[in-house]
């Protein structure tokens, strides 16, 4: 290993340009570089020397990214590895991980950034890091290319070899048991059971039997013993949503078992031991419920051993298209149709809304379109009103479609067909300015230079067209 103030940096991308950007940055940083456009090239040249980084692309020609690091002892060898890549879902967050990555690097991205963390890694300590190798699941619908979804990837993979308990806050319909089904599918209890339990939707009184169950005769109606939701998921993963709703008692109960992984069934008499690991979920601020002494401190910090937010819609704006996409396929594949397709009008409307329910009414959306549209084209006037559709029927953007009728039938009743006769632009482009400009004007409360500038033109221009079109404003 290479123990001199400056690292020597080994990179390997396919990319000619990715690669002289980051010899170019590194250099300039005083970091000594060496590059490989193959994978199969550096493996050949690491048995005569070893770098103290190592950056990586995932997808190249022949061997991959991922393969390459399954040629390399990380674990005996200490070297940190920096995995880039422009494919940045969770499938490749988890897998760079659980190859013995350093750090997820997802392209494009910020080339301090990435000095920065050449640096962070050539001091690391990776002696002390496990590499443990487990099969990756498939969490479809993880989808998201977002910086912010960027980071909760990131931290699923770096989980993928823990059972730490997590805390998921984040407002509601951002799909946080579908992070809580990642981490444990992603996880070394991935095999064993995911208990899944909503704090809200189980009365306040039963709520105690269904976490912990009880013994028979414990109340009136417990005619058998009742296995409980802690015992079900022994050596696996419980996931409690709404956990901010929880009374004061559980809490307590809930604080025992995290501390001492043992409780007892209502109505019991025997402790009973479990090794669980807990991942909990509120769209609260539970600091906020701490301070106000709605939510126990000491529960709190168990449950917040790692923390992930699962961020709104609004906050990820640029994976609406790719969201709709999916589950506009989920919605054809659950009621056993051809798919349907979204025109641009249309996609621009629904990326223009601003999804106060987030990925859940984004979801129900999809299955109402797929139902309601007659076609197999979603076209702008087919987008219910609640989520920015509809608005004016009289200035539908399937005014293009009115447009081609109108010029059609002109070209049909026989008008144009004479040179003295007008051309169609000639009939059709006086009307379609006065329109705009009536409508700029309106907008603007008749201020000619606001209305030139939403035009597009200059003042004078606008003056121009108005006595051309002999307009009487």
């Known amino acids: 290993m290479n123990t001199l103030a400056q690292p020597v940096v080994w990179i390997v991308d396919d990319d000619a340009s990715i690669r002289w950007v980051l010899e170019k940055a590194l250099q300039g940083d005083g970091i000594k570089t060496r ?40 674990e005996a060898s200490g070297l940190p590895v920096i995995v880039m890549t422009a494919h940045a879902d969770l499938e490749s967050a988890v897998a760079a991980f659980q ?42 619908s993880m989808i998201g290319q977002a910086s912010a979804m960027q980071d909760v990837f990131r931290t699923i993979g770096r989980l993928s070899r823990s059972s730490m308990n997590v805390l998921i806050t984040g407002e509601s319909g951002t799909g946080k048991e ?9 996880s070394p209890r991935a095999s064993r059971p995911f208990i899944a339990l909503n704090t809200t939707a189980i009365a306040a009184d039963l709520l105690e ?15 058998s013993r009742r296995i409980g939701r802690f015992e079900q998921a022994d050596s696996g993963t419980l996931f409690l949503d709404e956990i ?22 209502v109505g019991g008499q025997a402790p ?9 979920a509120t769209n ?110 009289s200035v539908d953007p399937d005014w293009i479609r009115n447009l081609a009728s109108w ?31 009536r409508a700029a004007l309106t907008s603007s409360n008749g201020r000619r230079q606001e209305a030139a500038q939403l035009l597009g033109w200059g003042r004078n221009t606008l003056a121009r067209k108005i006595h051309d079109l002999d307009m009487d404003l």
């Open 272 to 280: 009973i031991s479990v090794d669980v690991r807990v991942i909990a």
């Open 284 to 393: 609260q601020d539970l600091e906020q419920a701490v301070a106000e002494n709605r939510f126990r401190e000491d529960l709190f910090h168990r449950l917040n051993v790692i923390h992930i937010r699962t961020p709104p819609l609004r906050e990820r704006s640029g994976d609406i298209p790719l969201l709709l996409q999916h589950y506009i396929n989920v919605a054809a594949r659950e009621l056993e149709v051809e798919p349907k397709r979204l025109t641009a009008t249309a996609e621009t409307l629904l990326c223009a809304f601003d999804w106060p329910g987030n990925v859940r009414q984004l979801v129900n959306v999809c299955r109402r379109l797929t139902v309601t549209t007659p076609g197999m084209e979603i076209r702008a006037s087919d987008i219910p009103e609640e989520v920015g559709g509809n608005r004016e029927k």
């Open 209 to 223: 039997s269904e976490l912990f169950g009880h013994e028979r005769g414990a109340f009136t109606g417990a005619d």
């Open 35 to 74: 590059s490989f456009d193959r994978a199969d090239a550096l493996l050949a040249a690491i048995t005569e020397q070893q770098p103290e980084v190592l950056l990586t692309d995932i997808r190249m020609p022949g061997m991959d990214g991922i393969e390459m690091m399954g040629h390399l002892d990380l």
């Open 178 to 186: 579908l992070v809580a089904h990642a981490l444990h599918e992603h």
């Open 407 to 437: 010029a059609e039938h002109q070209l049909a009743i026989g008008r144009l067909e004479n040179n003295d006769r007008q051309t169609l632009l000639a009939i059709a482009l006086p009307e379609f300015e006065r329109t705009l400009i």
């Open 99 to 140: 190859s013995g990555a350093f750090e997820y690097l997802p392209k494009p991205f910020d080339i301090d950034l990435a000095v920065s963390l050449v640096r962070r890694a050539s001091k690391a300590n990776q002696s002390e890091v496990v590499h443990e190798k487990t099969t990756i699941a498939s969490i479809s």
């Open 244 to 265: 901010g709703d929880m009374s004061a008692d559980l809490q307590t109960r809930l604080l025992r078992v995290l501390a001492e992984g043992e409780f007892y069934r």
